[in-house]
């Protein structure tokens, strides 16, 4: 049992990019994704028998919603609300709020919490407090900053909740600068305030564990680059002993007495419906045919669920240091993906290959000074050189790019010089 669900940034309209060329069975379940994930997050709910869905993020623009859409949502929060479930949408403002609630027609089981208005709600007898973080582009500002330390009479009986987020991912692309080490700074901050104090923080990024701070996912990647396939976060605030061992404690279980430090009841549940994944083979030698021959052997390989989320898979061609076979891989990708593609069934395999490419991950340093024999100093080819700046560029702390993508790079470079 959860008291708590948390589902960040559902986005139900923004939906996953389109995937090119897919049939039907798969570009439907694509679509509509995002609100299947919070379909799933609101199941967790009711199964879990939760007073409260804390919805953050972005969840239904107001500007952007198709009537359909706010439908949708209305009948969810109302479901919820019929089992005994609140809906609390945390939200910019007061403006805000209004706009959400004229949008969805005010439906019952709704409540909203702002930056400067936060929510009290009463939790099978506890006290609880949910509190909305400032939030920009930059990451979470403030976060617990201003909650004051509850008084001991009162600390037993209350739980103090701080919600924020960050815009990770919204807009970035992969080559923006990620602020790490501000955002652990800012976490380990908010952990150090009140002990009362638990802090939810909602991100698409990559984040170092620990600082206190409970990351979440949202509840459906849009990529392949995102910290996490999606999920949503359950809270537990009391003990819920089972059947039998309630009836033998009997009238001597206080409900209120936690076995343990609440802020440790924390755990997370998937709710993504789509994931990608990357799969490898080995460059075969001959044409498309081998090549889509070893890929399927590769998919048919992988542990699926056929009722689990569709997997997105993108195959990397491994082909050492050859150039020429990174082209060949390129020129014969069209037809080799046709190829593993005419194999998917809908049914009985929920797996898509969607894209085909000659592994960017590969090291060049096979290619450089240290591995190829060649002297510093000497005269040597651009494939020799490039991969010399790139094994130093990886061996740099501070970089501009991600090494990954500065190898990627690398390896395009080349193919570019072997094809023309």
Do not use: K
């Not at 990451?139 to 987020?165: F, N, Q, Y």
């Not at 190829?339 to 009985?348: C, E, P």
Request: glycine letters at 8%.
């Amino acid at each position: 049992m959860a008291d708590i669900v948390f589902a960040f940034d559902p986005a139900i309209d923004r939906p996953v990019p389109r995937l090119d060329g897919a049939v039907p069975a798969v570009a439907e379940p694509v679509a509509s994704a995002p609100f299947d994930a919070l379909r799933a997050a609101a199941a967790a709910a009711r199964q879990a028998e939760a007073a409260a869905l804390v919805l953050f993020g972005r969840v239904l623009d107001p500007q952007r919603a198709s009537p359909a859409q706010a439908a949708a949502l209305r009948r969810l929060i109302t479901d919820l609300a019929s089992h005994g479930c609140r809906t609390v949408w945390i939200a910019a403002d007061a403006a805000a709020c209004a706009d959400v609630s004229r949008m969805l027609g005010d439906p019952a089981g709704l409540v909203f919490v702002t930056p400067t208005q936060s929510l009290g709600l009463d939790i099978r007898g506890l006290a609880v407090e949910i509190h909305a973080s400032q939030y920009s582009a930059q990451g979470l500002v403030g976060m617990g900053d201003g909650l004051a330390e509850l008084d001991p009479l009162h600390a037993a009986s209350t739980r103090r909740i701080v919600v924020g987020w960050d815009a990770g991912h919204w807009s970035h692309e992969r080559w923006d600068e990620e602020p790490h080490a501000a955002d652990a700074r800012q976490c380990h901050a908010a952990a150090a305030g009140p002990q009362t104090t638990f802090c939810v923080w909602g991100s698409r990024r990559r984040h170092a564990p620990g600082g206190g701070v409970h990351h979440l996912p949202a509840i459906q990647a849009r990529s392949a680059h995102e910290a996490n396939a999606g999920g949503c976060g359950l809270l537990t605030l009391l003990d819920h002993p089972a059947a039998d061992e309630a009836a033998a404690l009997g009238h001597r279980h206080d409900p209120l007495t936690s076995r343990t430090d609440w802020r440790h009841a924390w755990r997370e549940l998937p709710t993504h419906q789509v994931a990608w994944r990357t799969i490898a083979v080995e460059s075969p030698a001959g044409g498309d045919e081998e090549l889509a021959t070893a890929i399927w052997s590769a998919i048919e390989g992988l542990s699926l669920d056929d009722q689990g989320p569709l997997q997105i898979i993108r195959c990397h061609v491994q082909c050492g240091t050859s150039v020429a076979r990174r082209v060949r891989a390129s020129e014969i990708s069209a037809e080799t993906l046709a190829r593993v593609r005419q194999l998917y069934d809908a049914h009985g395999f929920r797996a898509w290959c969607h894209e085909i490419v000659a592994d960017p991950a590969e090291s060049l340093a096979a290619l450089g000074h240290s591995r190829s024999g060649a002297q510093p100093g000497s005269t040597t080819s651009f494939s020799t050189a490039l991969a010399d700046i790139v094994t130093a560029y990886e061996q740099t702390p501070l970089r501009p790019v991600p090494a990954d993508l500065a190898r990627e790079s690398a390896w395009l470079a080349l193919e570019l010089i072997e094809s023309t």
